[in-house]
């Protein structure tokens, strides 16, 4: 069962997280040709991500890693692991 909020740990995953926040990625739980995807677009672990903004009707999302934008949808999203900054 997914939660709506970062555990006590301060890690969840990037499609759970509001514009205007910063993370860390940890982990991409992707496999195959999506892995390889999301790692060639820069979603690597420990890359800082922030979020951008969402579409109007909220998916996809806008992110920012390694200096440029990318969008993504929630469900691609929900495969990323992150730490949120200052955790």
Request: glycine letters at 12%; aromatic letters at 4%; hydrophobic letters at 40%.
């Amino acid at each position: 069962m997914k939660s709506n909020s970062a555990d006590h740990t301060g890690i969840t995953s990037l499609d759970h997280l509001e514009p205007g926040c910063r993370s860390r990625i940890i982990g991409i739980r992707a496999f195959g040709s999506l892995r390889k995807r999301m790692l060639a677009m820069g979603m690597v672990p420990g890359a800082e991500v922030d979020v951008i903004r969402a579409a109007p009707l909220g998916d996809p999302v806008e992110y920012r890693v390694k200096g440029y934008c990318l969008s993504l949808r929630r469900a691609e999203a929900g495969l990323v692991e992150v730490a949120l900054e200052g955790q």
